[in-house]
């Protein structure tokens, strides 16, 4: 097998990887670890083959938009968490 069908090969494992991240990042707290995975490994991928067809690509870009969905559903949370305890130790 060719360096291009083995880096094809490694491309589409790592697509599908960020997805699989991607939809975990949707468990409660526990997801934002696999969110941030998602990210940083979605902009290594788009770096490192860029140019490169990906069978996979929708798996890759899917993934990315699952995982930065979730955090910021994830920061909203905190904000209006930080607002109601805020407002709670501060009554009118």
Known sequence: MSDSGIDRIALIRKSIAIFVSGVLSFLPIIG?????Y??????????????????????LSWGARLAAFSL?????AFIILGFAIVSDQFPN
């Open 32 to 36: 934002l670890i696999p969110a941030i």
């Open 38 to 59: 998602a990210i940083v490994n979605w902009r290594r991928v788009t770096v490192r083959y860029g140019n490169e067809w990906n069978p996979a690509s929708a798996y």
């Open 72 to 76: 910021i559903v994830l920061l909203l």
